[in-house]
T-cell receptor, first 114, second 119 residues
Framework: DSGVTQTPKHLITATGQRVTLRCSPR?????VYWYQQSLDQGLQFLIQYYNGEERAKGNILERFSAQQFPDLHSELNLSSLELGDSALYFC?????????????FGPGTRLTVT | AQTVTQSQPEMSVQEAETVTLSCTYDTSESDYYLFWYKQPPSRQMILVIR??????QNATENRFSVNFQKAAKSFSLKISDSQLGDAAMYFC????????????????FGKGTKLSVIP
């Protein structure tokens, strides 16, 4: 158990819908990273927050957004869902921007868009 | 942009034997970190080992060790005395050292190597 929690574990929804994925980092960690794992794209970085502020963006679609709240939990919002958004979404947390800043992953949310 | 290449999509090893998984990367940075993550069938991503680029000594964690060749940009993982529980996808990952000051340490992953352990 990494100490990072993600809810829900599984999510099945229809095209065009909107969903919210939730992540709670390990105690003491200030950074939250979101990654997407799909068969065709592999593991890709989406976005990072540090202590409530957006720090970096990766290959995140405009239909996707995220935020980190004062209690440091983070939510990833996916809207206007398409079949291709079906993937495993991971949240990872770390202490913050200092080396080595190892990232610990949550169990993931499996999103299926039908 | 950095890239990470794992050229072995699948590998197998006999139980109790040793196996080496390959990883190469491309970067113009001098300060960076390399990681190996394990993803068993449960899909959980588990950190296996870390290597700092500034360290010449290869990292070791119990049965797991790396062969880090900085000039060749190679970072292989050796698993000794392989166990059934080692069967998983293994991902090599690169992380900038952050010298740019951006403060973001996102990981760039390879495509992974699926390791099977034969009893």
């Amino acid at each position: 158990d990494s100490g990072v929690t993600q809810t829900p574990k599984h999510l099945i929804t229809a095209t065009g819908q909107r969903v919210t994925l939730r992540c709670s980092p390990r105690s003491g960690d200030l950074s939250v990273y979101w990654y997407q794992q799909s068969l065709d794209q592999g593991l890709q970085f989406l976005i990072q927050y540090y202590n409530g502020e957006e720090r970096a963006k990766g290959n995140i679609l405009e239909r996707f957004s995220a935020q980190q709240f004062p209690d440091l939990h983070s939510e990833l919002n996916l809207s206007s869902l398409e079949l291709g958004d079906s993937a495993l979404y991971f949240c990872a947390s770390s202490v913050g921007p200092s080396s080595p800043d190892e990232q610990y992953f949550g169990p993931g949310t499996r999103l299926t868009v039908t | 942009a950095q890239t990470v290449t794992q050229s072995q999509p699948e590998m197998s090893v006999q139980e109790a034997e040793t196996v080496t998984l390959s990883c190469t990367y491309d970067t113009s940075e001098s300060d960076y970190y390399l990681f190996w993550y394990k993803q068993p069938p449960s899909r959980q991503m588990i950190l296996v080992i870390r290597q700092e680029a500034y360290k010449q000594q290869n990292a070791t964690e119990n049965r797991f060790s790396v062969n880090f060749q900085k000039a060749a940009k190679s970072f292989s993982l050796k698993i000794s005395d392989s166990q059934l529980g080692d069967a998983a996808m293994y991902f090599c990952a690169y992380r900038s050292g952050g010298a740019s000051g951006a403060g973001s340490y996102q990981l760039t992953f390879g495509k992974g190597t699926k390791l099977s352990v034969i009893p």
